[in-house]
């Protein structure tokens, strides 16, 4: 029986994909309005993946990076111009996926809820509380604090520990097949594929990535719940 | 006769005091919510300030300071919940200070205008674009681009210079009379003190700290200017 529910936080909880996508758009076009000398905004928004790619997604000063691919010199407007398109456009876009909070909040009545995600964790407890649903979870197990990271089974297992139950009596939900139901699946736990964000194409790479559910919206997960009695 | 006026950010444009001020209480008061052991929001506040004022306002990590000085265990949903509500304060009161933009705008028309800022480059243009002036200034110096700071004359010389104006075609807004005023008469430029945020009650300390002017709403600038000519 299930008694504790674990969720992947970008692109499970909240449209990470559009959030990025959006901000850095935003950021690419505050700063050739703040003086970049380019005007191709496509280019430079593929030119700033890249860059980021490179960098990390945690590292701070892609904008410093993107100016030095260009060949232009430092420039703390342009820079600024982008930090402040990008928080701008951030704060509009860090909003629960519909139906995120009222299911959480009725799942909460029967299961313990938990979240299991690669980050640091100010980062990740920053995207929870600026999506109002921090309050919500028993347990926020994150990849900087824990020294493993999803697909590595460690990480669900130490989850599942905290809350003193097995990992047969645990469904982890997400919409990554290589690291949310690749893990989940490795720590015996059931999984269900959420299909949103820019992977909802993908197809299982093995056996091992094949969720026990798909699902469009997290409300069905009352319907897989009961399946799985 | 006058033909640039340079300007002060933080209490000068825009009301630094306040957005500090409640920033930090919203902080305070997001982390006990967060689960900070502890209650007293005035006390946590007074704490807060003086680990700032220890580690300088451009550290990042405050709140971390904050609970090892309480003794608390290096926590992210409390840390988080205070960077959040700090960021979202900081949203709502960076705006320019009532008649800053149509004064500027106005001035625009016979001066060059200019900023002479203490502080982080990319964060005090971070300041400029939030508070959507940027593309009015001719030159922003800053301490951190130019490693002089007010009252230092070098910082004050170089934006003068930049203009290829001579310091007595200049004047210094600021609210600071240690830094702005000080700072620009010894420059050799006019002064106009403008009496903002927690400072405006300080007096001179010496005859060097004595503006040519003061003014209590940027508005006067033009009343002030007249009487230069």
């Not at 519909?98 to 690669?118: A, D, F, H």
């Not at 509380?129 to 197990?141: E, N, P, S, W």
Request: proline fraction near 3%; include cysteine.
């Amino acid at each position: 029986m299930i008694k504790a529910i674990f969720f992947d936080i970008d692109d499970t909880l909240y449209d990470s994909t559009s959030l990025t996508t959006m901000a850095r758009k935003n950021s690419i076009r505050a700063m050739i309005d703040a003086g970049l000398p380019a005007t191709d905004e496509e280019k430079l928004f593929r030119l700033l993946e890249t860059v980021i790619q490179k960098s990390g997604s945690n590292y701070g000063r892609h904008y410093d990076e993107l100016l030095k691919e260009l060949g232009v010199a430092w420039n703390p407007k342009i820079i600024a111009a982008g930090v402040v398109a990008y928080e701008h456009t951030k704060v509009g876009y860090l909003k629960p996926f519909l139906r995120v909070v009222p299911t959480l909040l009725e799942l909460k009545k029967k299961y313990k809820l938990g979240i299991i995600s690669n980050g640091l964790a100010v980062k990740q407890w920053e995207k929870l509380i600026g999506l109002g649903i921090h309050h919500l979870f028993d347990i926020v197990a994150t990849s900087e604090e824990l020294k493993y990271e999803k697909p590595q089974k460690e990480i669900f297992e130490f989850a599942v520990k905290k809350l003193n139950l097995k990992p047969e009596e645990c469904a982890m939900v997400g919409d990554k097949l290589y690291s949310d139901v690749l893990g989940g699946n490795r720590a015996g736990m059931r999984t269900i594929r959420i299909l949103k964000g820019k992977r909802k194409n993908e197809k299982p790479a093995s056996k091992e990535e094949e969720p026990d559910f798909e699902i469009k919206d997290i409300s069905e997960l009352f319907r897989v719940l009961e399946k799985m009695k």
